[in-house]
């Protein structure tokens, strides 16, 4: 029978035949739940996880060694961003989880690690191009609103191919009659690919430091030219931003800035890396400045450990530096300092009962991928906090970037040579030019 309803035709199926409808329909749903999911593409699936976590550094003009921008650049490199993901050496995040929380972590999340293994399981597929996310828009242009003052290398800086660059001084003029804060700072390379690090100084008008150095001249010191008083200058210089590969600029909280006194000159210390290629950069400095005093005054300070003596084959020598705060402060970031041989840096607080309070563990720390790790919420570090920063160095055969494992370190400028240095970031008072603050190497 096959009769219209509301102008409808229905079907009416015999008792004997609709089982046999209901068994097809669970048979199918049973093969469906079964099935196997299908592989991940790199359109659908991969590329928007390289252009957050990767393509910041993974693209022209960066230090990524290639491009990781369309499918056919990344598909050779699929096995190794599997590998290097997980046993996260890529992206470089080197906190351990076991302290603190950071504003700029960009590790990878578990979902995402997963994700890169079954599309390199699955045959590495790249999928539908419909599929595929807008392609970012890079550009060079700054990172601060504005800058609202600009100062430059007087010329580009040529790095000779398949050379060692000794650190690079040059005093840039700002010309202040008056004291300037500054909201945010930014260290611009012309070529990122060539640019190690950078470290950008307010040096004052009474600084004896490098004041034989003539104005926007290349500077480089040879190794241990320097005089004692002369470090000891450079260590009580104020930092006021430092650039590494895929750092953020400089911005600080409101009602929070950096102080440039009247009369001082910015001192920007550069760390080129040489490339098989001859290449060039004339890095560049931006600053945005406050219309009024901050209510606080942001301060990077060190703690350094001058005294290291690392032995020939030690591979877990280890050294500490300790000191009190002198005033209230809030803590806000960390930057850890070590060359070649350094292999994980710590910093933490003495509590009154003796026990240490890790703040932050970097392990392992890489020389190449030094980083800022700025807190996701500012601590309070009141008045006679004890800290304690110890950095621990491989300096045996097993290093692989150990320049001369056979040799006694001492510390030094040169990436060569070694250094321990626990950078940290404070807020104190406006009105406050000095913190008195003393650190000590310790045992």
Wanted: proline share 10%; net charge positive; glycine share 6%.
């Amino acid at each position: 029978m096959h009769p219209n309803v509301g102008g409808l035709r229905l079907v009416l199926l015999r008792p004997k035949i609709l089982p046999l409808y209901v068994s097809l329909f669970l048979l199918t749903m049973l093969a469906r739940a079964g099935a196997p999911p299908a592989a991940p593409t790199f359109n659908k699936d991969i590329l928007p996880i390289l252009q957050t976590r990767c393509q910041p550094c993974h693209r022209p003009g960066e230090i990524g060694p290639m491009l990781l921008i369309t499918y056919e650049q990344t598909r050779p490199w699929a096995k190794a961003i599997v590998e290097a993901v997980k046993t996260a050496k890529m992206p470089p995040w080197f906190a351990d989880k076991c302290c603190g929380q950071f504003s700029t972590e960009h590790s990878l999340k578990p979902e995402e690690i997963q994700a890169l293994d079954q599309w390199v399981a699955g045959g590495s597929l790249e999928g539908k191009k419909k599929d595929a996310p807008r392609p970012i828009k890079w550009t060079e242009d700054w990172k601060i609103d504005g800058p609202s003052v600009v100062v430059s290398l007087p010329r580009p800086f040529e790095v000779p191919a398949n050379t060692k660059i000794d650190y690079q001084y040059v005093i840039l003029p700002v010309d202040l009659a008056e004291d300037k804060w500054a909201s945010a700072i930014e260290i611009h390379p012309s070529d990122r690919s060539i640019v190690h690090h950078a470290v950008l100084y307010s040096r004052a008008k009474e600084s004896t430091w490098l004041r034989n150095v003539p104005r926007l001249t290349m500077y480089a010191p040879t190794p241990g030219s320097m005089t004692p008083n002369e470090l000891l200058q450079q260590a009580a210089t104020d930092i006021l931003a430092v650039y590494t590969p895929g750092s953020p600029a400089a911005i600080w909280p409101e009602g929070m800035g950096k102080k440039l006194p009247a009369g001082s000159d910015l001192v920007l210390q550069l760390h080129y890396t040489s490339k098989k290629t001859t290449a060039s950069d004339r890095t560049s400095v931006g600053i945005n400045f406050l219309k009024e005093r901050p209510a606080r005054r942001v301060l990077t300070l060190q703690m350094q450990n001058r005294a290291i003596v690392i032995p020939p084959g030690a591979s877990d020598y280890h050294a500490s530096v300790s000191g009190t705060m002198p005033r209230d402060a809030l803590l806000l970031a960390f930057f850890p300092h070590m060359h070649l041989r350094g292999s994980a840096f710590e910093y933490a607080i003495l509590q009154p009962d003796g026990k240490l309070e890790t703040l932050l563990r970097v392990k392992p720390y890489d020389f190449f991928w030094q980083q800022t790790y700025p807190l996701k919420t500012p601590r309070l570090l009141p008045k006679g906090t004890r800290l304690v920063w110890t950095g621990y160095f491989d300096n045996s055969a097993n290093n692989p970037r150990n320049p001369d494992p056979k040799a006694e370190v001492r510390w030094g400028e040169q990436s060569w040579e070694e250094m321990m240095v626990g950078f940290f970031d404070v807020a104190v008072e406006a009105n406050v030019d000095k913190v008195g603050f003393f650190s000590s190497p310790t045992p």
